[in-house]
């Protein structure tokens, strides 16, 4: 069974000028990345749904045949067994998409239930939020949200969400080692250091550049 879940909500990120530290970014940013691999989780499933159902009535086309339930010349009727109904119609294939899907929903539904607005999608109410929490509880959002958009990036076998900077040095290490996540909008968009624990704003660092 297909599990419904609204994904196109238009994500407003909270103003990133205003996130307060490096943790903050971090999460704003995984939640776009999320969004995105969630969207295409949502369109697999339900694509995936309806080629099960496709499926289903292709099977039992042969039913509906006008010969059978006639009677044949040489007597009997040309119903089919029970044995050969089953053959034609089987047992309903899984939808391989809705178990990590509904996990998914549920692990966010979790996180949102305490959080204003009601009546907006999980996702929407995380990122209303995140200006909010404290740095312990962004470090929290941030990791949960990289771990299931790499779990269903896997699944999907989308490419990673996150570009290599060259060149570029790391305002606290020094080293050149930024990423960049590609799915927020260009303002939004957080350079991340993976030696440090670092997160600028692109246009912060890009601007810093000599």
Known sequence: MSTTITTRTTLRSADVTDLPTPEHLRASAALWSLRASLSTLSDREAAEDKA????????????????????????????????????????????????LLEEVTGQLANVAQHLPPAGVTSLVRIVAALPQLSKPAAFSTWQLADRIDSRIRRLLSLPGDRQYVPRVKCPWCDAVSLV???EPPQPDRVVECTTCTGAWLWADVAGARP
């Open 52 to 99: 099960i159902a496709d499926e289903r009535v292709a099977a039992a086309d042969p039913l509906k045949s006008p010969v059978w339930g006639g009677r044949q010349a040489l007597g009997g009727h040309s119903d089919p067994t029970t044995d050969a109904l089953l053959q034609l119609t089987g047992p309903v294939r899984e939808n391989r998409f809705t178990p």
């Open 180 to 182: 960049m996540r590609l």
